[in-house]
């Protein structure tokens, strides 16, 4: 297979390993920059890509990793000031585009576009912010947990958590869901074996599972009435920790018209401070895991549960006290890769890495310049294209014979929007949304853009 393009990621950290994972499944050519030497021998070992010791800020260490001749140069190390010089030497011997990651973005304040005109970097990413937009999100979302959309946003993708009701044990093909929607994904914690399942016909659902429905939104919003989402508007939070994450998600929920926002630090000088930046901040000094603080602040009427501090285990623990204490849903920061499932087997409703959300971001990024958009659900377990049929002749998806861990959830056709069946057809110029696992990725394109079928 030609390679399509040549990335070169400084960093083996958790962002860069998840982003040589994902991109040395498919045609790219990686190659990866750290110093640390076993890092890059477990990458060796257990990826299919290029991995180097040595300095990211050191012109002969790019220039022998390929840098001269990269589409693309990622500086995603965890100290920006290496990131920064990794991108301005990127740029200076050849990589044709620059993505930039930082910590803390007070380094760029009042100076971006010095930076950007100095260093010459295409995007600038910290992962803290990241991490503080997807929690304000999922606030201000009624329900799904987590929402995607393709084909001009005609077209979305919802990630919901099933509650106990009536679709529970019943197969995928016995089910009459409401609407021209179409259950493309289950997300299942309790069975190691099977994580993520795109469902055929005898698949069917059990408690605790997540499920990934693509349709129309008025077709989504129909489905999620009807298995009992609830319909209010998330309007009571509480945030555990006032670090960088913590102040940036309080501060902002702040100002949006209608949520109460209360904030536990235990750090007395970080709780002054962190009340002095807004109004209507209420900011409690105690501990997030105080029974008693939390009965007196009437957690149980709480419709989300934030937990931001940078300790995973008290993260967990604080989001247990509050989803049995009864709030309506408990978010949590992932500090920790190894720690994602746990949170979900746990029952946190939604588990967030900042460090995921960064490598997702910059996948996107990758995907731009190809004609599909993406997106990566289940760290990196499944994915969505947007692809443009190619075919020698319109035939039906179900002689297409697609991949058992495959299954389209949507075309387009001119301005025309259908979620088809198997007995409908494809055609060249079609627009199809397809989610498959990553085994089956590359066999999906293949099928779907090669005029020889």
Do not use: W
């Amino acid at each position: 297979m030609a390679v399509s393009q040549q990335i070169v990621v400084v960093g083996a950290g958790e962002v860069g390993q998840h982003l040589a994972r994902i991109l040395s499944k498919g045609s790219h050519g990686v190659t990866v920059v750290d110093t640390d030497p076993q890092k890059i021998r477990l990458l060796n070992e257990s990826m299919d890509v290029q991995a180097l010791v040595g300095d990211g800020t050191r012109a002969d260490v790019l220039t022998h990793a390929g840098v001269v001749k990269a589409s693309l140069l990622v500086a995603v190390t965890n100290n920006d000031h290496v990131n920064m010089l990794a991108c301005l030497l990127g740029r200076q011997l050849g990589a044709k585009r620059r993505i930039l990651r930082v910590r803390d973005t007070r380094i760029l304040e009042g100076y971006h576009h010095f930076y950007q005109d100095t260093l010459g970097y295409d995007v600038v990413l910290s992962t803290s912010e990241l991490a503080a937009r997807e929690v304000i999100e999922t606030v201000k979302e009624r329900h799904a947990l987590e929402v995607e959309t393709y084909c001009d946003g005609k077209i979305q993708l919802r990630r919901l958590r099933l509650p106990e009701g009536d679709l529970l044990g019943v197969p995928l093909k016995e089910m009459r869901l409401s609407g021209k929607i179409v259950m493309v994904g289950i997300q299942r914690s309790t069975d190691s074996s099977r994580p993520f399942i795109v469902p055929g016909g005898d698949d069917s659902l059990q408690t605790g599972d997540q499920i990934f429905v693509m349709g129309e939104a008025s077709d989504l919003d129909a489905f999620e009435r009807e298995v009992g989402e609830p319909s209010a508007l998330k309007r009571e939070v509480i945030i555990m920790g006032a670090g960088r994450i913590g102040r940036s998600v309080a501060t902002k929920l702040s100002e949006i018209h209608g949520v109460s926002v209360k904030v536990i630090e235990h750090d007395a000088a970080r709780a002054r401070a962190l009340e002095q930046m807004g109004d209507g901040l209420l900011v409690l000094t105690g501990n997030a895991t105080d029974l008693e603080l939390l009965r007196e602040e009437h957690i149980g009427k709480t419709d989300v549960f934030v937990a931001t501090t940078k300790d995973d285990e008290d993260n967990l623990v604080a989001c247990q006290i509050a989803r049995v204490m009864g709030v309506g849903r408990t978010v949590a920061i992932v500090n920790k890769a190894s720690y994602g499932g746990v949170y979900d087997l746990m029952g946190v409703d939604l588990a967030i890495s900042p460090r995921l959300l960064c490598a997702k971001r910059i996948l996107r990024f990758v995907r731009a310049s190809s004609p599909q958009a993406v997106s990566i659900l289940a760290e990196g377990k499944a994915e969505v294209l947007e692809l443009e049929v190619q075919l020698k002749e319109p035939t039906r998806i179900e002689d297409l014979k697609l991949p058992v861990d495959s299954k389209i959830g949507a075309r387009m056709r001119g301005d025309s929007v259908s979620v088809p069946g198997g007995g409908e057809t494809l055609q060249s110029g079609d627009r199809v949304i397809v989610l498959a696992l990553s085994n089956a990725l590359d066999e999906v394109q293949a099928i779907l853009t090669s005029e020889q079928t």
